[in-house]
């Protein structure tokens, strides 16, 4: 079965701060991994997403995740955050072999102060 | 293009009632999946639909039950509503015919369950 843990339920950070936020995975095979961002009362909105190749992936709004397949990880990083950037965030795995299914991670809440 | 599309946004209920909620997928996509998100939790899979059929199922009970038309529209009906139904119901719509991988997700509707 797969799943995702995020430690890190909240997460408080200054405006202009870096921002990491963390993801690990449990998938026997080769999974899909995404990030979603959202904002409250909203839908989910798609960051970033890893299939194959380059481990460090490029997103939306200035934000890239690496993955480590040795530590089961797919870390996401903004360098210099902006107050908008205030939102929770899932990352999510997925598979072709279960059609896609996603599993999602309880989220991680950040607040941006000035 | 517009996006994917859910009715109504808010919906309030009783105890026992039943309850239909809609989903537009996004411009040419096939497929469309149902989750719940309860609240300060991660997004949970109900199940998902392609070519009219349910294709996989997560681990929720038979009042859950779901209807793809062939303009690949869906619905998500739920029957004998409890109260811990209370949730924001996101549906994600993908290609599979496109070996699409990515699901892209509407605003959610939110089920009050009184």
């Known amino acids: 079965a797969q799943s995702v843990t995020q430690p890190d339920i909240h997460i408080t950070v200054s405006e202009g701060a870096s921002l990491e936020l963390r993801c690990n995975y449990s998938y026997g095979a080769t999974p899909y991994l995404f990030w979603y961002v959202q904002s409250p009362g909203q839908g989910l909105q798609l960051l970033l997403k890893y299939f194959s190749g380059d481990t460090l992936v490029q997103g939306i709004k200035g934000f890239e995740a690496e993955f480590k397949r040795s530590q089961s990880s797919f870390n996401l990083r903004k360098p210099s955050v902006h107050w908008s950037d205030a939102a929770e965030y899932f990352c999510a795995v997925g598979a072709r072999t279960n059609d896609y299914k996603l599993s999602f991670g309880a989220g991680t809440t950040v607040t941006v102060r000035a | 293009d517009a996006g994917v599309t859910q009715s109504p946004t808010h919906l309030i209920k009783t105890r026992g009632q039943q309850v239909t909620l809609r989903c537009s997928p996004k411009?040419?996509?096939?497929?469309v999946s149902w989750y719940q998100q309860a609240l300060g939790q991660g997004p949970q899979f109900i199940f998902q639909y392609y070519e009219e059929e349910e294709r996989q199922r997560g681990n929720f009970p038979d009042r859950f039950s779901g209807h793809q038309f062939p303009n690949y529209s869906s619905e998500l009906n739920v029957n004998a509503l409890l109260l811990g139904d209370s949730a924001l119901y996101l549906c994600a719509s993908s290609s599979y015919r496109d070996n699409q991988e990515t699901q892209y997700f509407g605003p959610g509707t939110r089920l009050l369950v009184l």
């Open positions: 411009s040419g996509h096939d497929t």
